[in-house]
């Protein structure tokens, strides 16, 4: 296991300074510890989806000749892999970044389903792809010698390379930036609410994460069914075309339940949903300016504003609240569809908190049946 500090040594004795990316739990603590601030030692860009972090890298490089560190948990390795090949490629415009990517779903390791495809085709993909890439040893010394042998790649082949972060490599880190704005409401209290206003015939689409866990306890609790929820799991961001395609075959309201990481790593689905104008559609956007269920990294929600957006696109309404009361007051309004409501809440979840324990077929299945009654 190697500390962040020592971990960051290692990176800037390879001159690599400039990172950017999305937060995978693998390396929370890495990823907090970027997110800090550290004077004028590195420069870390938050970016909304793994597509982007790469081009932001090629940018930097464009401009510095130097080499940028793209972090990812192994499911955006996906979403990279059209800069990868486009634009990163020694075969088009060769430019050389170092990817970290955090493994989940490694064989034999627990996780959860979303990951288990990934964690066995993410080392095919990458030499399928010709990008070089090294697992990421347990000792500093050695881990010293991976970063080097990588960054000396990339620089001599101008070539994407990458280096494989297994679960419990690098060390946890405290953020230590204090949080500057803290709402009442608690996004597991702000889903018990609006649940509880539903009377059994809608939809909810809920996101990847904490948000669709605390919506199956929910559920739990007040022992109802399962069947009016898809659970979403992993394909971040895509809940909200998930509900717009449920909507366009039913006469249901179709809620989703987002994230703020959620919409703004796939935005494009606020514009559809806007274009297609489905009055059934009501969409919710629990906004704690972090990616809450990979270790509370910022956002860069706080200068977005999601309603704003939204109305822009062509939903019919947008209301931002932050409060019980505001947020009852803006449930009990009749608005037809699309909607947006974002609900600004503190970060943080409950630590007991538990996983849904249907299997992801058996939830479709259920409600898929629910959607033919
Ligand atoms: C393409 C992709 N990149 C990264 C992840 C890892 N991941 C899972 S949940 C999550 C955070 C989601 O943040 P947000 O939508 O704001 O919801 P919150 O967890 O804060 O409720 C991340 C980064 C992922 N599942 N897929």
Redesign the pocket.
Known sequence: MITCEKLFELFDESNLLFFTG???STFKGWTRFLADEHGNKLTNVIAC??CEAVAIASGYHLATGKIGVVY??N??E??AVNPLTSLCDPEVFSIPVMLMIGWRGEPGVKDEPQHRKMGKVMMPLLEALEVPYRILPDEPEKIAAAIKEMKDKAEKENTPVAIIVRKGVIGDYEAKVEEKESYSLT?EEAIKIIAGKMDGSEVIVS?????SRELFEYRDMKKQAHKNDFYTL?S?GCSASIALGISLQSKRKVFIF??????L?QMGALATIGHYGQENVYHII?D?S?????GGQP?ISPTVDFGRIAFACGYKSAQTVSTEPELLKALDMESKGPSILVIKVKKGSRSDLGRPTTSPVQSKEELMKFLTE
Do not use: C, H, I, L
């Open positions: 999305v937060p995978d989806n793994e990812m948990q499911s955006g996906g979403k996004r996101t990847t994460g904490k948000a992993g971040m987002d994230g703020d990481g959620a919409v790593m629990f704690n972090s990616y809450g269920s990979t956002t």
